[in-house]
């Protein structure tokens, strides 16, 4: 009906929970992208040779390459020349010094999300010593680690403490020539985490729990390499729910996963990068490039995604699925509102015998905005007896947005078996009016009901996650119906 | 409790309620009888504030207040719960959040804390021995695959555990077999009380066995055009609706 169209107007326009923007350091490179701008990175971060080297091959295939359009999504060209690739880490003394100083908006939607108060501080940038206790928490929490063998450090520290880790696994499942912005990348990343659980060992804590307490820097150009060596597990959270506000327009991160002989990683992302006012003006561009490589047999790599930022986001966490009995699973909610533009979605290959994967994407669009889930599931000739399994839902909450899906599908072992199913929906105004009749307002109604829709992938988050996640979904969509 | 005064609402420019008169007052139990597409549910979406009547005439108070100025969900906060003929199915949200949510929305209303989790199932499950649900229920999606008679004892489970001051219950004999039936008249029954009212709106005298109403109406194109009190009810069962459009 007209009026409930209204509504899902009225929550889609109001504003984003205004994220902060902290001030950055000012020493940085001056804008500019040449073979002398990737020596000069490299130089500042006083790395080995090998890796300026393979910084250097990369930027050369990357003057190569074209942007690539086959997204669909659009965007002003971007002008590489102008774009700054290296500024100094930030530094905490220039936070506000107490929670007072902090912008109420942003301490009432971690209210909203229900992060805990004793974070909010550390998330809202307060300065360093203000936060005490968060800081011998990490602390604790590295030697806990230490202690198991596992190595969980900044990828520029892991260059120089273990260079023949990072030899070995860097561009092994992320190749420079892969595309584009993993091209770019390569060339220009600044920092990012890197992990290796040695063999036999069960990570003991979620990682996430250590980012909650030390804020990871993420910056424009991460990079990420996680490595489980046999038996190994780890789970691991990127991101978090806090609204995160950036600069740097263009985003082009990569990570590459490694799971060995029955090792088991469980990436989990939570991206809320600022999307842009209601108009699409000033959102970050997310051009991220994941895959995971399942080397060994029996091991396993599982992705769950919530993506509920920036005005662009384009990325399909993949798996290649090479040892024996191998699983993958990509498990993803993407929510896009006002103008925001998603092109998201996995690539599952099937090399080794036996191996299974698992796709359950959930789309949701709201406002103008248009959401693609794109994927592929390809099956190799020596693949006996793959399984795929495809789920792919969206949910439309008013009529001037999008919501496509392109499932690509290439079989070359005729023992295989996929499955995919696909639906869309809307919000339903008798679904509302229950929940109001039941004296729910109709945001807490919509949250609720966009929840329900997204649970199988909410319920694969790690758990001290899970609530805020919920309430972010709330969040993103506030305003989509009145 | 509740006083209805001539109250005209159309759909899309079309009238359907035509100027209905009626008071409820605290304890009553009334039930509204009348042929298909005689506007009961109507006047029922209309009491709980559902979007998409125009009301062109009339109002209606509610404890002394304007009820037609309040939002559903304002509605609900105050004590007015709608059983209703169709429960919809919300896929994936369970049974237990829904209630959950729903108790706290009255409570806060009310100036109560949150009930905390054990507490609440302690509650939960007590509500559900009175409809006789088994306790599975509470971890499904909200209908979701329910039956049809799962659906209308739900409906009661979430009447009982929220204890409306004014319930309206639009079919919910509807469907039941007839061990349902006498189940859910049991539960409604149990909720009988001098400071809550009830209106039933039901197609068959039967229900009416079981729940004995204080007063009986026949609704017929919009209006209200009879009254009276249980004996109303086993007359319409003989002689059915034609007479009383006739005398219309
Ligand atoms: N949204 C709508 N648009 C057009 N007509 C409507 C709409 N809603 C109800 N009506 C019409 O209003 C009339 C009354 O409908 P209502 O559902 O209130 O009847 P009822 O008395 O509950 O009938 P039943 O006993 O079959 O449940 C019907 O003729 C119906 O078609
Ligand atoms: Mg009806």
Request: hydrophobic content about 25%.
């Given at each position: 009906m007209a009026e409930e169209q209204q509504q899902i107007d009225d929550v889609l326009e109001s504003d984003y929970q205004a994220g902060f923007v902290t001030d950055i350091e000012a020493e940085s490179l001056p804008p500019g992208l040449s073979e002398e701008t990737v020596r000069e990175i490299s130089r500042i971060k006083g790395e080995p040779e090998f890796l300026l080297e393979w910084r250097l091959q990369a930027f050369r295939h990357w003057l190569t390459l074209e942007t690539p359009e086959w997204a669909h999504v659009n965007y002003p060209e971007i002008?590489?020349?102008?774009?700054?690739?290296y500024s100094a880490p930030?530094?905490?003394?220039?936070?506000?010094?107490?929670?007072?100083?902090?912008?109420p908006e942003l301490l009432r939607t971690y209210e909203k999300l229900g992060v805990p108060l004793d974070e909010r501080a550390r998330l809202a940038g307060v300065a360093v010593d203000a936060v005490f206790d968060s800081v011998s928490v990490a602390n604790t929490f590295q030697d806990k680690l230490a202690e198991e063998g596992i190595l969980f450090m900044p990828f520029s520290k892991a260059v120089h403490e273990h260079p023949e880790l990072v030899k070995k696994?860097?561009?092994?499942?992320?190749?420079?020539?892969?595309?584009f912005y993993a091209a770019l990348n390569s060339a220009v990343f600044s920092d990012g985490s890197f992990v290796y659980i040695p063999k036999g060992?069960?990570?003991?804590?979620?990682?996430s729990t250590y980012f909650r307490i030390n804020a990871?820097?993420?910056?424009?150009?991460e990079r990420t390499l996680i490595i489980a060596d046999d038996d190994a597990y780890v789970s691991y959270l990127e991101g978090c729910t806090a609204p995160m506000r950036d600069e740097n327009q263009l985003h082009a991160a990569v990570v590459e996963l490694v799971a060995h002989d029955r090792a088991e990683i469980k990436y989990s992302t939570v991206q809320n990068w600022y999307?842009?006012?209601?108009?699409?003006?000033?959102?970050i561009f997310n051009f991220v490039t994941k895959r995971a490589a399942c080397?060994?047999?029996s091991s396993k790599v599982s992705w769950t995604q919530v993506e509920t930022g920036s005005a662009i986001t384009w990325k399909y966490p993949s798996?290649?699925?090479?040892?024996?009995n191998s699983v993958g699973e990509f498990y993803s909610v993407a929510v896009t509102n006002n103008m925001q533009q998603a092109d998201t979605g996995t690539k599952m290959v099937h090399l080794g015998k036996n191996t299974s994967s698992t796709i359950i994407s959930k789309g949701i669009s709201a406002g103008r905005s248009q959401n693609a889930y794109r994927g592929l599931v390809r099956v190799g000739p020596?693949?006996?007896n793959a399984r795929n399994y495809t789920e792919c839902d969206s949910l439309l909450m008013g009529d001037q947005c999008g919501a496509h899906t392109f499932p690509y599908i290439e079989v070359k072992n005729p023992t295989a078996q996929v499955e995919h199913e696909a639906s869309t929906s809307k919000i339903s105004e008798d679904q509302l009016f229950y929940c109001k009749q039941r004296g729910l307002d109709v945001e807490d109604a919509v949250s609720m009901i966009v929840n329900g829709f997204c649970k199988q992938v909410m319920r694969q988050l790690p758990m001290e996650f899970a609530v805020e996640a919920q309430n972010l979904l709330g969040l993103s969509l506030e305003g989509s119906v009145g | 409790m509740l006083e209805i005064k001539n109250l005209h609402a159309s759909v899309d420019g079309k009238e359907i309620l035509r100027g209905i008169n009626l008071t409820v007052n605290a304890g009553e139990v009334h039930a509204i009888m009348g042929p298909n597409g005689a506007g009961k549910s109507t006047l029922s979406n209309v009491l709980a504030g559902?979007?998409?009547?125009?009301?062109?005439q009339g109002e209606v108070i509610y404890k002394d207040e304007n009820?037609?100025?309040?939002?559903a969900e304002e509605r609900a906060q105050r004590g007015v719960f709608l059983a209703f003929q169709y429960p919809v199915e919300i896929p994936g949200v369970s049974n237990i959040y829904l209630l959950k949510a729903a108790l706290n929305a009255v409570r806060k209303h009310q100036g109560l804390d949150e009930l905390d989790a054990i507490d609440f199932l302690t509650l939960v499950r007590s509500k559900l021995e009175l409809v006789k649900m088994d306790e599975e229920f509470l971890h499904r999606?909200?209908?979701?695959?329910?039956?049809g008679g799962e659906k209308k004892r739900n409906e009661i489970l979430q009447m009982a555990l929220l204890e409306p001051s004014l319930a309206i219950l639009d079919e919910?004999?509807?469907?039941?077999?007839i061990d349902a039936l006498r189940t859910v008249s049991e539960g409604v029954n149990a909720l009988r009380s001098d400071d809550r009212s009830i209106v039933m709106i039901t197609h068959y005298q039967r229900l009416l066995d079981y729940i004995v109403p204080d007063f009986v109406h026949v609704l017929s194109d919009g209006q209200i055009v009879k009254s009276g009190d249980k004996e109303l009810a086993k007359e319409l069962e003989k002689t059915g609706y034609s007479w009383v459009n006739e005398d219309a």
């Open positions: 002008d590489y020349q102008d774009i700054s690739y930030k530094k905490k003394t220039d936070g506000p010094k107490s929670l007072d100083e902090v912008d696994y860097l561009g092994s499942v992320v190749s420079y020539k892969d595309n060992t069960r990570c003991p804590m979620e990682l990871a820097n993420t910056g424009q150009f999307p842009g006012d209601e108009n699409g003006v000033g959102g080397r060994g047999e798996v290649i699925l090479q040892g024996d020596n693949a006996e | 559902r979007d998409g009547y125009e009301i062109t009820l037609l100025d309040l939002e999606g909200v209908n979701e695959g329910f039956s919910t004999d509807s469907g039941l077999d």
